[in-house]
């Protein structure tokens, strides 16, 4: 490879409001589940890196959680991790929605962040199945042109794989030439116990309603083989919550709940690491976690100053 002086390699970030697809983009280009997802906005809570290698190039994605407003410690960390991968970033992908065009979130991030960013920006326009109308399409097209230099606009559905090829064939066209940036068998650099922990929470996104997911935060304590069987990992974790009240709601009646999740991540887990997993989980009230430094380092919440 390092023959190779036409490789390209860089970085490039996903931004967009809450909700747009960011993470879904990301999982599909790389046909891997890296970066949870749910149908409720600010799913994701850090920066998730991932790495397509290809035999030309090889593209680092950011995904960021989406832009939000909040006076928490935890919004702020957040934030922090999507503008501290838009900095970063050789490419800056923008992307709305089609079903919804641009809204006023929209227009607020292209002006705070990327005009001021200055870098190649594409414009994806996803959900493209959601139209109703789809002579509605170009019209969209004319009027995102027009809001900024974008250096492409792709309508794109993630979800049915409409138009990633040539998203990324797009993106290969202004990534800079450098050598690889990663080792070849590496695809995230998120430590195990944090993409664990990000398994669970994502169970805890896909069954819970209104404030109980926001209230939630998973700490992975230990991974340990078992001591007679190698092929058994012994996982124990943590959800913290906001109130009493929402500890009862996680567990459920008679535990229903606390299983439930304990289940679907089990299963997750097994098929992610090849072995047999016991989970067990344990849930606790800390009122104020999303105003605890130490506790969001722990739960890898890296960004704090
Ligand atoms: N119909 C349709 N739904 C999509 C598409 N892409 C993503 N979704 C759905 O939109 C929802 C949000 O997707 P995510 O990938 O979690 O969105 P995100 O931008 O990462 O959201 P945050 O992490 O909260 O900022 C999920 O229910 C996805 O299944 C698409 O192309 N079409
Ligand atoms: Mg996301």
Redesign the pocket.
Known sequence: MENNKNFKAGFVALI??????????MNNILGTKL?I????????RMRILGVKHDKDAQIIFL?T??VQKGKDLLTKVVMESAVGSMEEADILVM?IEADKGWTKEDELLLENYIKKLQKPTILVI?????MKDKRLLLPLIEESAKKYNFVEIIP?????GENLDRFVQVIKKYLPESPPLFPEDQITDLPLRFYIAEIIREKIFQNTKQELPYSAAVEVESIEEGQKNKNLLIINAVIYVEKENHKGIIIGKKGQMLKKIGQQARQELEDLLGKKVHLNLWVKVRPRWKEDIRLLKMLGYQYVS
């Open positions: 967009g409001r809450p909700n747009v697809g960011k993470s879904t983009i970066s997802v749910s149908p409720k906005p600010q799913t994701t995904d959680p989406g992307i996803n959900k493209i199945d959601k794109m559905s993630a979800i049915k």
